[in-house]
């Protein structure tokens, strides 16, 4: 029955491909083929090309034949097939169809078959080369990235992350990109891109999605993988991932990992895609075993290195062991424990015997010794055997034969069996500190008898006194006034518990208790404060309180570090008693003062009403006048003490003269005040002098008229009368300074700091008296008033110069 080319190929189908096979296993890369994966997608081809010689497609042969080539074109790249190998398939497959075809004995020839036929082959063989080049080309470009990405990295865990980026670039559908590197059982997450798994998560082998590429060594694709039963790690399914797929990083039957691939949006990945994701897993493998190899070589290398420089550095330490040995002014000796003979021995411990290094060497140890001391030898050898190491003292003898006590420190060293095999010994010449012994011996007697002395001073002084050390505050001494004092004996404590042992109700004056921070010697010991006279009160049983005065300062050595503290303590209770007695005696006389004063204006008034009276009646004869006149005079004379009294009572008592500020312009005040010393003064001289300014403020210009005419009085009752008294004013800015000066006579230099006080009155004291008031309270009123104001005063007198009195007053009140 006559056969035609399409029923050929679709009943003849595995005879072609059994020919096939036979001739293409000659191409290198096919050899290493499974059957499978050598026919791939060809014995499909052939169905497909048979179909199309029986209906021929209205488009053309090429759409009729499908994905077939360029999924069989993208299979043989990824098995290694060049181009010229993928194209000899084609060439060998039509060749096998068309010798088999021909000697078939029914085969019927027909010239449109063939043409189809012919056309097909020519269509498939065109696809595969154009899917092979571009696949190719992807693929060299990617793997040409990941090269550089690997250049530009130092180690893996700089080449992976880059190696993730180049695959998400390449491949739009990735979403997610991870390798895991084998870590004895486990894969550990090296570096990932995307969201979804975390680095340094394991995953063990065989478990899971992951785990399972490792333990089949087989890549593995899932296109659900949030319901995939393959997909068991927990991570995986909650990424979100649709396709998934992993293959091994394998290199010569050896994994060195797994590296993942997942996409969200899709649940298919290309063929292509597959494909350059293994070539680029392969190029990978490469690099982390380069990477490795290259890293393990590194390691050598430091270790090595490291090896050698632990070489250099004990040859070094030698030396300069060697160094030390020979310049080590502490003498030492190397001992032979078999038969105590001296190995070695450095110039310090020669010198220190009078010999030269080589003329000890081969000697026994007790040439060294002094004959009484070699009895005891033995039995530091036999000490020096039993412990590690054994100290004594002994007496030596030099080549002169001379003696000199010495030190030595004996070290035993053992060999792995633990059987000493030699001692080396230090010796150090203790002469030197024999005779230090002796003298710290004698400083220490010294010390103590001065300590003894001072203890004596301390006992004999009439305040109490207390040494403390630094920094713990442990009472060191106190002397027995303290016990009289506190009514308690000497107890050493420490800054911890009671600085001030014996004072646990120590007060300020105002009642409050003192704390322990707060004690005068705590502050010297731990802050190294010095606290001068502060007083302290102590209650006592029956009312006998205690008042003191403590004083306390650091006692520092010579680098200023405090070392210890001492403070004194003064029992002043009856002389605060007389304070306070005389205090309030003159509280008494001020407020007495007050009153009398105040109580003498009623009939004062009426002395100086009635004679005012008097002084305007006609009638009355001179002589009585004259005696009236002088009667007002003196009755004036007595208003203004009475008014003085009043000022100073109310300075003392009232909180300071009151003040009652108003708007003003002071040169009127001065130049008021000055036209009344005129008038009273007609003989004399006095000038006013006004610096050019502002002179406006708030003031009381009854009390200021009171300082100018104090001052005035001053100037003119004690300057020579030939000389003038100068009034000056200057403008400061926020003040007003008023100066009055008058030559004669300086002020005491002595008198200067009081001259202020109240009841100063006299020539000798220069200017204190004040005008004419007999009481000595016109200076102290003058200073209450200024500061009154917010200002101050201040008074300067030289012979050269003169005296004056300088006033500040501010503008306006303070605050």
């Known amino acids: 029955m006559p056969t035609s080319l399409a029923e050929f190929l679709l009943h003849h189908r595995d005879a072609i491909m ?100 012919h056309d097909a082959m020519d269509e498939a063989v065109a696809a595969s080369v154009s899917r092979y080049t571009r696949a190719r080309e992807r693929t060299l470009q990617a793997l040409d990235r990941i090269s550089t990405a690997a250049l530009g990295s130092a180690d893996v865990a700089g080449f992976f992350p880059r190696l993730l980026l180049v695959l998400r670039e390449t491949v739009a559908a990735v979403d ?38 490792a333990a089949t060594g087989q890549p593995l694709l899932a296109h659900e993988a949030g319901t995939d039963a393959r997909v068991g790690e927990a991570s995986l399914r909650a990424t979100g991932l649709r396709a998934l797929y992993g293959v091994p990083l394998v290199l010569d039957s050896e994994l060195l990992g797994v590296a993942l691939m997942g996409s969200r949006s899709t649940p298919e990945l290309s063929e292509e895609d597959l494909l350059l994701f293994r070539a680029m897993a392969a190029r990978a493998t490469a690099l982390l075993s380069q990477a490795q190899a290259h890293a393990r070589e590194r390691q050598a290398r430091a270790e090595a290195e490291a090896s050698l420089a632990r070489l250099l550095e004990s040859e070094a330490g030698l030396r300069r062991w060697e160094e030390v040995f020979t310049r080590l002014g502490v003498g030492v000796v190397v001992v032979s424990a078999e038969d105590n003979v001296m190995r070695d021995v450095n110039p310090a411990f020669a010198r220190m015997h009078g010999y030269a290094p080589e003329e000890l060497l081969g ?29 004594y003292e002994s007496l030596h003898v030099r080549k002169d034969g001379s003696r000199f006590p010495a030190f030595s420190h004996v070290t035993s060293f053992r060999d792995a069996s633990g059987r000493v095999v030699q001692r080396v010994a230090t ?84 009642g409050r208790p003192y704390t322990p921070d707060e004690r005068p010697l705590t502050r010297s010991v731990r802050h190294g404060e010095v606290v001068s006279n502060e007083e302290m009160y102590f209650p006592r049983e029956g009312g006998q309180d205690l008042t003191v005065l403590v004083s306390s300062a650091p006692i520092r050595d010579r680098e200023g570090n405090t070392v210890a503290a001492v403070a004194t303590m003064v029992d002043v209770t009856e002389r605060r008693r007389a304070q306070e007695s005389a205090l309030q005696t003159a509280r008494f006389g001020e407020r007495l003062i007050a009153i009398v004063s105040h109580d003498l204006r009623n009939p004062l008034n009426a002395i100086q009403l009635s004679a005012t009276q008097l002084l305007h009646s006609e009638a ?39 003040i009652q500020r108003a708007p003003g312009d002071l040169r009127a005040v001065v130049r008021q005040a000055v036209e009344e010393l005129e ?40 300057g020579p009368p030939e000389t003038p008294v100068t009034f000056r004013l200057s403008d400061v800015g926020d003040a007003v300074v008023l100066e009055v000066h008058n030559a004669g006579e300086p002020i005491p230099p002595e008198t200067l700091p009081r001259l202020f006080d109240p009841f100063r009155r006299g020539v000798s004291a220069g200017h204190a008296g004040g005008a004419g008031s007999g009481l000595g309270l016109g200076l102290y009123i003058v200073e209450q008033v200024v500061k009154g104001h917010g200002g101050r005063i201040q008074a300067e007198s030289t012979a050269e110069a003169g005296t004056t009195f300088r006033v500040t007053l501010p503008r306006a009140p303070p605050g």
């Open 18 to 117: 059994e020919a096939w096979e036979a001739e293409v296993r000659a191409i290198p890369a096919a050899q290493a083929l499974s059957r499978p994966a050598l026919r791939d997608g060809l014995p499909r081809l052939l169905e497909v090309v048979s179909a199309l010689m029986r209906e021929p497609p209205r488009d053309g042969v090429a759409s009729g034949l499908g994905p077939i080539p360029d999924l069989h074109a993208l299979e043989r790249l990824g098995e290694g097939f060049n181009l010229r190998q993928v194209v000899t398939e084609y060439r060998l497959l039509r060749t096998c169809v068309l010798r088999l075809w021909a000697a078939h004995e029914t085969a019927v020839p027909d010239a449109e078959e063939a043409r189809v036929f």
């Open 176 to 213: 997610v990109a991870a390798v895991l590197l084998r870590d004895g059982d486990f894969l550990r997450v090296e570096s990932v891109v995307g969201e979804g798994l975390e680095p340094g998560a394991r995953v063990r082998v065989g478990e899971g999605f992951t785990g399972t590429i």
């Open 363 to 391: 000697r026994p140890l007790e040439d060294v010794f002094a004959p009484e001391s070699r009895g005891m030898l033995s039995r530091h050898v036999a000490a020096a055997h039993s412990k590690t190491s054994h100290e």
């Open 427 to 510: 010796v150090l010449d203790i002469t030197q500190r024999r005779a230090v012994e002796v003298d710290r011996q004698r400083l220490l007697a010294a010390i103590e008898a001065e300590r003894a002395r001072l203890a004596s001073v301390l006992e004999q002084l009439p305040a109490g006194v207390f040494i403390a050390e630094a920094p713990s505050g442990r009472l060191l001494m106190t002397n027995r006034q303290v016990e009289l004092l506190t009514g308690q004996p000497f107890q050493s404590s420490s800054l911890n518990e009671d600085v001030m042992r014996g004072y646990p109700d120590a007060r300020h004056l105002d």
């Open 620 to 658: 009355l004869p001179e002589r009585e006048r004259r005696l009236v006149t002088r009667l007002a005079r003196s009755a004036d004379r007595m208003r203004r003490m009475i008014s003085e009294l009043l000022d100073f009572t109310r300075g003392r008592l009232g909180g300071g003269i009151p």
């Open 679 to 718: 008038a009273a003064w007609p003989e004399r001289s006095l000038s006013v002098q006004v610096a050019p300014g502002r002179y406006e403020g708030e003031w009381d210009a009854d009390r200021l008229m009171q300082v100018v005419s104090n001052l005035g009085g001053n100037a003119l009752q004690y």
